[in-house]
């Protein structure tokens, strides 16, 4: 069974510190990798999508794909209050279909 | 990216009836999913929603249970059948793509819907 494992947490942190969250993922033929931000009571919002192996920067946001160690992170620099939400690592593991994790839960303490 | 709605936004329900979800988007799409979010859990995909053919589900959902409608590109309904307590979730739709171009592989979620079953 394909399977996408996330540490549920919740994982704190204090305010203008940084997040790690990490994600491993079963299926070796995955290509595409996405993080997404869910708030309390809301729908899950896109936060970055990667899929070539390396560092890929968005503002205070960095995902970093290992496709060798079947591994993705993101790193969030300078951590809000605002940033404190479940985060989301989806794969895609063929047909456009995503497989989620269990998601990390982000705590940022002022 | 597109702007995507569902109705209702939530609903009570009793056991034993049956509800219809809606998704809109304000432009085509190339693929339309529906997901569930059982209560503490993470998204689990119901079914692709098809345009002009049945649906595609996975494992575990079948259709007269959640059966799903994609009269066209840009519109899906999911029907939850014969309710009880357990089918209380969160009921999401996603779009990816563009109709006429190439998947973006890239989903975007609608606002989601929740139900409660009692």
């Known amino acids: 069974q394909k399977e996408v494992e996330q540490n549920s947490g919740p994982l704190s942190v204090p305010e203008g510190a940084i997040a790690s969250l990490n994600c491993t993922y079963s299926?070796?033929?995955?290509?595409?990798f996405f993080w997404y931000r869910q708030y309390s009571g809301k729908s899950p919002e896109l936060i970055m999508s990667i899929y070539s192996n390396g560092d890929k920067e968005d503002g205070r946001f960095t995902a970093q794909l290992n496709k060798a160690s079947q591994y993705v992170s993101l790193l969030i620099r300078d951590s809000q209050p605002s940033d404190s939400a479940t985060y989301l690592c989806?794969?895609?593991?063929?047909?456009?279909?995503?497989?989620f994790g269990a998601g990390t839960i982000l705590r940022v303490k002022s | 990216s597109a702007v995507i709605s569902q109705k209702p936004s939530r609903d009570i329900c009793q056991r034993g009836t049956s509800l219809t979800i809606q998704c809109q988007v304000d432009?085509?799409?190339?693929?339309m999913f529906w997901y569930r979010q059982q209560p503490g859990q993470s998204l689990t995909l119901i079914a692709t929603a098809n345009q002009g053919s049945e649906a595609t589900y996975e494992s575990g959902f079948v259709i007269d249970k959640f059966p799903i409608s994609r009269p066209n590109l840009t519109f899906s309904t999911l029907t939850v059948s014969n309710m009880s307590p357990e089918d209380s979730s969160i009921y999401l739709c996603?779009?990816?793509?563009?109709?006429?171009?190439?998947?973006?592989?890239?989903?975007?979620f609608g606002p989601g819907t929740r139900l409660t079953v009692l």
């Open positions: 432009s085509q799409v190339t693929m």
């Open positions: 299926d070796r033929g995955s290509q595409s």
């Open positions: 996603s779009v990816d793509g563009l109709a006429g171009g190439t998947s973006t592989d890239t989903q975007y």
């Open positions: 989806a794969v895609n593991m063929g047909g456009n279909k995503l497989v």
